[in-house]
């Protein structure tokens, strides 16, 4: 992306929500350039998939075991999953 679109700035939090808050909004708009600037924001949750098609795990690159692929994730999913 960044050969394409150039320097990029990294907000993020749980499940890929960009949260920044209303200062981090507004740090991030006033980094656009004034010039034919644009801002392009990318959102996408980060779930997982294995090889299996087992959501939430990933089998990252030199791990012979798969994995939690967000563990926070996870986590909450698990804590409110009966209620």
């Not at 960044?2 to 993020?12: F, K, L, P, V």
């Not at 740090?27 to 998939?49: K, R």
């Amino acid at each position: 992306m960044a050969i394409r679109w150039g320097e990029s700035m990294a907000i993020g939090g749980l499940a890929g929500i960009p949260f920044a808050g209303r200062d981090g909004w507004s740090e991030l708009i006033q980094s656009v350039p004034d010039n034919e600037g644009s801002l392009f924001v990318l959102y996408a949750p980060h779930i997982g998939i294995s090889k299996k098609g087992t959501l939430g795990v990933v089998q990252r690159p030199g791990m012979e075991k798969e994995t939690t692929s967000c563990k926070a994730a996870v986590d909450a999913y698990q804590a409110v999953k009966y209620y």
